[in-house]
Nanobody, 121 residues
Framework: QVQLVESGGGLVQAGGSLRLSCAAS????????MGWYRQVLGKQRELVATISRGGTTTYSDSVKGRSTISRDNAKNTVYLQMNSLKPEDTAVYYC???????????????WGQGTQVTVSS
């Protein structure tokens, strides 16, 4: 089994910063792309940022310039540093990862359980 566990969410004032972490564990042979998404109740889940195994990153326009995604391949962990937070950044943040397990020839997409980020005005 593979598990992704997010941490680092919480309540912060507008203009503040948060660093989210997502650690993958379990039967992992390799991890390819990793990413962060967010979802507001009643709305579709939207992309925040992605990072390839080699470190190539992409960002949504809504967070570009304010957020940085990074990863530690040795720790199977992806991070999202969010600065200059706005009330509209309030959402549940989910990480995902394309993971290959030792007994499977293909990669599968796994999701974490989510962590709440609330930005007060």
């Amino acid at each position: 089994q593979v598990q992704l566990v997010e941490s680092g969410g919480g309540l912060v004032q507008a203009g503040g910063s948060l660093r989210l972490s997502c650690a993958a564990s379990g039967s992992i042979f390799s991890i390819n792309a990793m990413g962060w998404y967010r979802q507001v109740l009643g709305k579709q889940r939207e992309l925040v940022a992605t990072i390839s195994r080699g470190g190539t990153t992409t960002y949504s326009d809504s967070v570009k310039g304010r957020s940085t995604i990074s990863r530690d391949n040795a720790k199977n962990t992806v991070y999202l540093q969010m600065n200059s937070l706005k009330p509209e950044d309030t959402a549940v943040y989910y990480c995902n990862a394309m993971i290959r397990s030792p007994w499977r020839p293909n990669e599968y997409l796994y999701w974490g359980q989510g962590t709440q980020v609330t930005v007060s005005s």
